[in-house]
Each structure stands twice: as C-alpha cells, then as structure tokens.
C-alpha cells in the first residue's frame, strides 16, 4: 500500500500512524459519553442515515448494471450513483505494513510471512490451511452487515493472483519462496500451462469462490463490489508490499524462454477468465483491473497491457465499467487517456489520496494528468468528460480524513476508504483494530491470530467512523 517515490513517500509511510476503532454503535455511545470496549453490543438498530442529496444514490433496492454517462456513472434507470466504499484490504493478501506496524522488519510481504512459517518447521499443507481459515474468519456477512449499517453503499476487494491457481500450481510458486533460485522455473511453468490452458479454468478455484461468496452477502445489502486485482502476475511496480512481489517490475521484464511476457500473457488471461464468470452479474460495479502501477519505466507499458485487456472483456460483450489505474501509485495518466485506447466506452478512472497536505489541494499540479490533488482531479474529470473515483484514501488523522471526504463529497467524487481493519497495538485510521498477537509472532500465535481477525473479536473506533461513515453526513 505504501510506496517510495518522493511525492508519495509520506503517504504510504505515514501509514503507520493509527487511530482506534469501535462497533457503529460503538460510535454511538461515544457520542453519547458512555463509549464501551465490548465489541459485541446488544442488538439495537442502527440510526437512521439522513436522506441522500438528490445527486447522489446512497443505497439502492435493486442493483442494476452501471456505465459511464459522460462523467457520470450512472445505473439503468439513469439515475447517477456515487460509489461510496470500503477496501477490504489484508485479507486476500497480506500487506507488510498491516502484518506488524512496529517491526516490518519481520515480514515486508505475504511471501516473507509465509518464509517465517516455513523456516518454523511448517509443512505447505499447514500453512494452507491456516491462510484458508485466514480468508474464511476474517471477512464474514457480520462484518457485511456492518459496512452496510454505517451507510456505504459498495466494497472494493483486492484480490491476489495467486487464488486463482490450482492448489498443485500455488504450491510451485511457494517453491520460490523456499529458493528463490527456483523463479524461472516457475515462470517457465506459467509460460506452459498458459499454452495448454490450464489456467483459471477451474470452477472451485479459491478466487472465484471467496467473490461469489462476497457477491451473496454484498447483494443482501444492496452494496455493489469492485473487483480489484491488487497483486498482479510478477508485480506491477518497485513496490514489493502491495502485490507480493519475488522481483520488482517483473509483471513488465519477466520473460520465459521464448522471450515472451509471460506475466502480462497470465494478467491477460485472468481478466478473461473473470470476465467470462462474472460478464452478466449486476453486483459488480466495475473491474479495477490493475492496482497501483508504481516506478514502472515507461506508461506505455501500463498502456498496453490495458489495451490487451479491455479488448478482450469487450470481445466477449461484457459492458461493464473498467477502472484504469494510471502510473504513480494509480494518480498519473499521461499517456494513458480514453484517446489512448482503442475502445475506450465505459472507462474510470482512479486516484489513490493519502496524506495530502489541505493546502496542496488548493494548488494544481503543473501535469495537468497528475490526479491525485483535489483540482487536477476536477479539471481531469470535466476536462476528458469521464467519471473518477478516488480508489484509495485513508490511513490518517480523524481531521485529515473528515476534511478529505468533506472536499470529495462537495466535488460529487465517490471514494473507498482504507481499510476496513487492520493489526495494531495503538488505535489506527482503519474502522477496526485487530488486537491480539500479530502473525509475525509465529507459528504458536496462529490460533490466537484466526480468532482475534473474527469480526466479534475486533476493536472499532469511534473517530475514524465519526469521520468518514456514510450516516454521519
């Protein structure tokens, strides 16, 4: 999530500065004074949100399927729809930062936590099942049901290639882990199975299982669901945190023997794969097809690998939205304009805000396709006449995320917020704190780890509810 080029750098480091989280009704009492540190509260009913402004489509009672109009998103009745999300980050895949705030030292990545298991004397079925029972407690309806109840009306879900493999082809790239000398070949391997098509082809795939089950409890709350492939074949940037990355940028230099791009051929595929599952399903909102692009040498590359896979969602007449993120960390488009692509209908664009300085965003960026400032945003957006919405902000100061949402929401931006819990000893900007050991304590802490990331068992914070949950503006 954070990254390390020096107009961003503040951003992502700054991630680790924290704030505490509560239940919704949890926030409730803290208003009222009587704040409680029981994370299951009786059974009152919620308060009830204030009416939506007329712009704006807070919930819906029917999910229809969303486009572009202009700059606009709007649903098949016409009416504008302003996305107002959650990330559910950490929990697809394993972000250093989240894993152990205060000491990263002990696992940077996904990869290098499961290193640690290893190197403890676990086999790969062990880790296996605890990483499964991972995904099964830690987003569950409950913690659904409580996205729902504070007023957001939709969910982004990061989600890690590496679900959408064979347990046998997991099992090679784990290899990598042990011995890294072992890399090409399991490149060499994704090279073959691609060539044979042994890719993505299965219905019981963890990938596709962990989304139909979040497109059931989504649906029964009326939120609609993003799907973003945050860890992307190879590594989408020099940021090795984000997408679990052996070696940096090799979605774009990672090569088999033929000197073909395997990995962007893997990226390819995949979005095929998904598209072809989920063409005619109206819980979706659109596809976030890579996230956070980062110090990758040239645009074109991003480009080109988006061109490849928007011709082939569109080639089996699947319409939905799809979201380009842009060089930068998902904030720069040169180069990458709806004039860009060769079709460019139904497009959105994204930006990622952390830790943007309020008088920063009175000033506009002299790159007029450098986004993530309030009116380069604006200008962006009126300018090509497409609807953005900003991917990613957070990790912050209750004041910062207040006047943050304050200057999306009068710019009719809609926006995810980051994310909905996360480990940490100190109170955090995530909605929840997860209490307890962290995973880098080891393998004798990985009971007390599945039961402490259970929705009943997290702390939730008053103020970063206070400051960005739908019902309290």
Same mark, same amino acid.
């Given at each position: 999530?954070?990254?390390?080029?020096?107009?961003?750098?503040?951003?992502?480091?700054?991630?680790?500065?924290?704030?505490?989280?509560?239940?919704?009704?949890? &926030?409730?009492?803290?208003?009222?004074?009587?704040?409680?540190?029981?994370?299951?509260?009786?059974?009152?009913?919620? +308060?009830? +949100?204030?009416? +939506?402004?007329?712009?704006?489509?807070?919930?819906?009672?029917?999910?229809?399927?969303?486009?572009?109009?202009?700059?606009? *998103?709007?649903?098949?009745?016409?009416?504008?729809?302003?996305?107002?999300?959650?990330?559910?980050?950490?929990?697809?895949?394993?972000?250093?930062?989240?894993?152990?705030?205060?000491?990263?030292?002990?696992?940077?990545?996904?990869?290098?936590?499961?290193?640690?298991?290893?190197?403890? =004397?676990?086999?790969?079925?062990?880790?296996?099942?605890?990483?499964?029972?991972?995904?099964?407690?830690?987003?569950?309806?409950?913690?659904?049901?409580?996205?729902?109840?504070?007023?957001?009306?939709?969910?982004?879900?990061?989600?890690?290639?590496?679900?959408?493999?064979?347990?046998?082809?997991?099992?090679?790239?784990?290899?990598?882990?042990?011995?890294?000398?072992?890399?090409?070949?399991?490149?060499?391997?994704?090279?073959?199975?691609?060539?044979?098509?042994?890719?993505?082809?299965?219905?019981?795939?963890? =990938?596709?299982?962990?989304?139909?089950?979040?497109?059931?409890?989504?649906?029964?709350?009326?939120?609609?669901?993003?799907?973003?492939?945050?860890?992307?074949?190879?590594?989408?940037?020099?940021?090795?945190?984000?997408?679990?990355?052996?070696?940096?940028? @090799?979605?774009?230099?990672?090569?088999?023997?033929?000197?073909?791009?395997?990995?962007?051929?893997?990226?390819?595929?995949?979005?095929?794969?998904?598209?072809?599952?989920?063409?005619?399903?109206?819980?979706?909102?659109? @596809?976030?097809?890579?996230?956070?692009?980062?110090?990758?040498?040239?645009?074109? %590359?991003?480009?080109?690998?988006?061109?490849?896979?928007?011709?082939?969602?569109?080639?089996?007449?699947?319409?939905?939205?799809?979201?380009?993120?842009?060089?930068?960390?998902?904030?720069?488009?040169?180069?990458?304009?709806?004039?860009?692509?060769?079709?460019?209908?139904?497009?959105? @664009?994204?930006?990622?805000?952390? %830790?943007?300085?309020?008088?920063?965003?009175?000033?506009?960026?002299?790159?007029?396709?450098?986004?993530?400032?309030?009116?380069?945003?604006?200008?962006?957006?009126?300018?090509?006449?497409?609807?953005?919405?900003? =991917?990613?902000?957070?990790?912050?100061?209750?004041?910062?995320?207040?006047?943050?949402?304050?200057?999306?929401?009068?710019?009719?931006?809609?926006?995810?917020?980051?994310?909905?819990?996360?480990?940490?000893?100190?109170?955090? &900007?995530?909605?929840?704190?997860?209490?307890?050991?962290?995973?880098?304590?080891?393998?004798?802490?990985?009971?007390?780890?599945?039961?402490?990331?259970?929705?009943?068992?997290?702390?939730?914070?008053?103020?970063?509810?206070?400051? *960005?949950?739908?019902?309290? @503006?």
């Amino acid at each position: 999530m954070y990254g390390f080029m020096t107009s961003l750098k503040i951003d992502r480091l700054s991630r680790m500065i924290a704030i505490k989280h509560i239940t919704w009704i949890g &926030a409730l009492w803290a208003i009222l004074g009587c704040l409680r540190a029981d994370p299951q509260p009786p059974n009152i009913p919620p +308060p009830e +949100p204030p009416p +939506p402004k007329e712009r704006i489509s807070l919930s819906f009672t029917q999910l229809s399927r969303l486009r572009a109009e202009g700059n606009k *998103v709007v649903n098949t009745q016409n009416e504008e729809v302003v996305l107002r999300a959650v990330g559910l980050g950490y929990w697809l895949l394993q972000e250093g930062y989240m894993l152990n705030p205060h000491d990263q030292s002990k696992a940077a990545t996904q990869w290098q936590m499961k290193r640690n298991y290893y190197n403890q =004397g676990l086999t790969e079925e062990q880790v296996e099942t605890f990483y499964r029972q991972w995904r099964d407690n830690f987003i569950t309806k409950k913690d659904i049901d409580y996205i729902a109840s504070l007023g957001f009306n939709s969910v982004r879900l990061p989600m890690h290639y590496d679900l959408f493999l064979t347990p046998e082809q997991r099992a090679l790239r784990h290899s990598v882990i042990r011995n890294p000398a072992t890399l090409d070949t399991y490149t060499h391997a994704l090279a073959a199975w691609n060539d044979t098509g042994d890719l993505f082809t299965k219905d019981d795939l963890d =990938g596709f299982i962990l989304i139909d089950r979040l497109l059931d409890w989504c649906a029964a709350n009326n939120l609609y669901v993003v799907l973003d492939l945050h860890a992307a074949p190879g590594g989408q940037g020099t940021d090795i945190n984000i997408a679990d990355i052996f070696e940096p940028n @090799y979605l774009w230099l990672g090569r088999d023997t033929q000197g073909r791009p395997v990995y962007q051929d893997v990226t390819v595929a995949l979005w095929k794969a998904i598209s072809a599952r989920y063409r005619d399903d109206d819980r979706i909102a659109w @596809y976030d097809l890579i996230n956070e692009p980062n110090n990758v040498p040239q645009n074109a %590359w991003i480009q080109s690998i988006h061109e490849r896979i928007i011709n082939v969602i569109r080639a089996s007449g699947d319409t939905h939205l799809i979201m380009v993120e842009g060089n930068g960390w998902g904030n720069n488009y040169n180069g990458l304009l709806p004039g860009d692509f060769t079709d460019a209908s139904n497009l959105i @664009y994204s930006a990622h805000r952390y %830790w943007i300085p309020e008088a920063d965003d009175l000033q506009q960026d002299p790159d007029p396709n450098q986004i993530n400032r309030i009116r380069n945003l604006v200008n962006f957006r009126d300018r090509l006449n497409v609807p953005v919405w900003v =991917g990613e902000t957070g990790e912050n100061t209750n004041e910062w995320l207040r006047q943050n949402i304050r200057k999306l929401e009068d710019n009719n931006i809609g926006w995810c917020h980051w994310p909905l819990k996360r480990h940490d000893t100190n109170p955090n &900007a995530a909605l929840m704190r997860i209490p307890g050991n962290f995973p880098t304590d080891g393998a004798d802490a990985m009971d007390v780890v599945l039961e402490s990331i259970r929705f009943e068992n997290c702390i939730i914070n008053p103020g970063a509810v206070a400051a *960005v949950a739908p019902i309290h @503006y």
